[in-house]
């Protein structure tokens, strides 16, 4: 049986899978992975073969999504160790709608399903929304599940909001076409960029993780500032700015650096409390430094309509101002406390 490794990239419980599902696992990651490298470097399959945008998204959706069932259970009391029959269903449900749509994609935009959908399509929306839900819910937990289902819901009762969000009211039938095969929604902006950028760049960072960049800038920062008052916590804050400029991951830079600077801390006098929100604190920064910065700067550059590298030069001197003002609080409260630094060997 296969077990979850101990550099999972997300901090939920996983199952164990066994060899044939991990197998399974494998294979859809290394498709996604390598449908995104094709779309960033234009390989076109090595055969001149170039995949229509909307086409691209449901290959990827669908690789990514069905690994939600595989990994994450759908409650505390769902099993561990294996996958039980109905998580095996939605996995083979995710594969089939995503291959549907990914089949069908030329034909979607030539006869117009966004605005007038067949009855097969509309059902099969219906099934894909109910599926991103719950994928939602097991990664995001209830409340995200909660806005989303809201907000999905919005454009049957926009008539009846307030003020600048009124607007005309759709049916059920016609939100759920919108939803799924249409350029906005769950295959807008945001998903665009993830499938042609964002993806790119999660690769590079675990790559980097995995083949001791993490480390690295760990020594770095523990060379650097380890034996000034607060070492352990101004390390924290170091490493976490220097991995965040390549990862632009909150979760993967607490996994890497935290692991390490928070028992560190812990040694030197902090408080467990102030240990871990320093980490949390100075990985959050991992979103504001360049040139990675998380999604949402890819988001705003396709919003604004402005290249990638103005956006990321822009947020240069408060990404730094964020990381010079943590540093700043922790030396305070360090010296308030009387903790020194780690001791040079």
Not at 229 to 252: D, N, T, Y
Request: charged share 10%; with cysteine; aromatic share 12%.
């Amino acid at each position: 049986v296969f077990k979850p490794g101990e550099m999972a990239v997300e901090e939920l419980p996983s199952r164990g899978l066994s060899r044939r599902w991990h197998a399974a696992f494998c294979f859809l990651t290394g498709v996604a992975c390598f449908m995104a490298l094709n779309q960033l470097l234009n390989w076109q399959l090595f055969v001149g073969l170039v995949l229509l945008e909307n086409r691209h998204l449901y290959l990827l959706a669908g690789c990514l999504i069905s690994l939600v069932f595989l990994a994450y259970p759908a409650s505390a009391r769902a099993p561990m160790d294996r996958v039980p029959w109905y998580d095996a269903l939605l996995f083979v449900a995710t594969v089939g709608v995503s291959g549907y749509f990914l089949w069908n994609g030329e034909r979607g935009i030539a006869e117009g399903w966004e605005y007038s959908a067949p009855a097969l399509v509309i059902a099969l929306c219906g099934l894909y929304w109910l599926l991103i839900l719950e994928a939602t819910r097991r990664t995001g937990g209830p409340v995200l599940f909660l806005v989303v289902l809201f907000l999905s819901l919005y454009p049957m009762f926009a008539d009846q909001m307030p003020g600048p969000i009124k607007g005309f009211p759709r049916p059920f039938t016609d939100t759920l076409a919108f939803h799924i095969v249409s350029a906005e929604s769950s295959f807008g902006i945001p998903m665009r960029a993830f499938a042609e950028l964002v993806i790119g760049f999660i690769v590079f960072g675990v790559a980097l993780n995995y083949t001791g960049g993490g480390k690295f800038f760990n020594d770095v920062a523990f060379a650097l500032v380890g034996g000034i008052r607060g070492g352990p916590a101004q390390v924290g804050i170091l490493s976490s700015g220097l991995q965040g400029s390549i990862s632009g991951s909150v979760i993967s830079n607490v996994i890497t650096s935290g692991v390490v600077t928070i028992p560190a801390m812990k040694r030197c006098g902090f408080k467990p409390t102030y240990a871990a929100a320093v980490e949390a604190t100075s990985s959050t920064g991992a979103v504001l430094m360049p040139p990675v910065m998380g999604s949402t700067a890819f988001v705003m550059a396709s919003f604004l309509g402005i290249s990638y590298g103005t956006i990321a030069l822009a947020a240069t001197i408060p990404g730094l101002l964020f990381y010079f003002g943590l540093a700043m609080q922790v030396d305070a409260y360090a010296a308030r406390e009387g903790l020194r630094g780690l001791p040079r060997n």
